[in-house]
C-alpha cells in the first residue's frame, strides 16, 4: 500500500516571499503520478500541479514548481512570488496504473498563510 | 459552466434518519469517485465507479451505498446515519489515461452534519 507524508502541518510566510512545502512517499511502484491540490477556505479541491514519475523534468505551472526526487520519494511544492489568494490547506496525493481507474491517495495536509 | 457539481452543498440531519448525495460531471469522463474528508482534514477514498461498474470499494459500511445510473452520475445514498458520519463528502471524476494528462476534478463537496 501507498502512504503519503506531509510533516509540516502549518506553515507561513510574508506575502511575495517563497515557501516550499514538504511530501514524502513510499511505495513499491515504478510509474505512477504525484499530484499537489489546494483547498481554500470555500473548500473546493483545486489541482495545482501534477508529475509523471518516469518524467524527471519538474513540473512547473507560473509560480508553482515541483522538485521531485525519484529516488529519494520526495516531492516537494515550491510556490514563488507568494500572495494573500494562496492562502489554503495544501494536499499532496498518490496515484499508480491504471492511472483512469486508480484512487488518490492523500497526505495529512499542510495548512498555508501567507501575512500580508 | 460547473465540470463537477454536488447537491446539496449542507445537509443536516438526525441520526437514523437516511440520505442521498447526488453527483453529476460534464466531462465526460468514465470514472467517477466518492471521498470522504473528516473533521481532521483526512481526504480518504470509499467508492469508485468506471462506466456504471464498480471498482473500488474501500471497507466502507454497508449503510453506505454508491450507485450510477449512468456515467455522468454517482449518487450516494447513506442509510441509518450516526454521529461520525458527519463529514464533508466530495465526489470527483478522473480524465483517462489515455489523455496524457491525467487527472481527478472535485465537486464543490456535501457538508454532512448528523445531529
Known amino acids: 500500500a501507498q502512504t503519503v507524508t506531509q510533516s509540516q502541518p502549518e506553515m507561513s510566510v510574508q506575502e511575495a516571499e517563497t515557501v516550499t512545502l514538504s511530501c514524502t512517499y513510499d511505495?513499491?511502484?515504478?510509474?505512477?503520478?504525484l499530484f499537489w491540490y489546494k483547498q481554500p477556505p470555500s473548500r473546493q479541491m483545486i489541482l495545482v500541479i501534477r508529475?509523471?514519475?518516469?518524467?524527471?523534468q519538474n513540473a512547473t505551472e507560473n509560480r508553482f514548481s515541483v522538485n521531485f526526487q525519484k529516488a529519494a520519494k520526495s516531492f516537494s511544492l515550491k510556490i514563488s512570488d507568494s500572495q494573500l489568494g494562496d492562502t489554503a490547506m495544501y494536499f499532496c496525493?498518490?496515484?499508480?496504473?491504471?492511472?483512469?481507474?486508480?484512487?488518490?491517495?492523500f497526505g495529512t495536509g499542510t495548512r498555508l498563510t501567507i501575512i500580508p | 459552466d460547473t465540470a463537477v457539481s454536488q447537491t446539496p452543498k449542507y445537509l443536516v440531519t438526525q441520526m437514523g434518519n437516511d440520505k442521498s448525495i447526488k453527483c453529476e460531471q460534464n466531462?465526460?469522463?468514465?470514472?467517477m469517485y466518492w471521498y470522504k474528508q473528516d473533521s481532521k482534514k483526512f481526504l480518504k477514498i470509499m467508492f469508485s465507479?468506471?462506466?456504471?461498474?464498480?471498482?473500488i470499494n474501500e471497507t466502507v459500511p454497508n449503510r453506505f451505498s454508491p450507485k450510477s445510473p449512468d456515467k455522468a452520475h454517482l449518487n450516494l445514498h447513506i442509510n441509518s446515519l450516526e454521529l461520525g458520519d458527519s463529514a464533508v463528502y466530495f465526489c470527483?471524476?478522473?480524465?483517462?489515461?489515455?489523455?496524457?494528462?491525467?487527472?481527478?476534478?472535485f465537486g464543490p463537496g456535501t457538508r454532512l452534519t448528523v445531529l
Open positions: 470527483a471524476s478522473s480524465t483517462p489515461s489515455a489523455s496524457g494528462r491525467v487527472a481527478q476534478f
Open positions: 511505495t513499491s511502484e515504478s510509474n505512477y503520478y
Open positions: 508529475q509523471e514519475a518516469y518524467k524527471q
Open positions: 496525493a498518490f496515484m499508480k496504473r491504471p492511472f483512469g481507474n486508480e484512487k488518490l491517495t
Open positions: 466531462l465526460g469522463h468514465d470514472t
Open positions: 465507479y468506471n462506466n456504471k461498474e464498480l471498482i
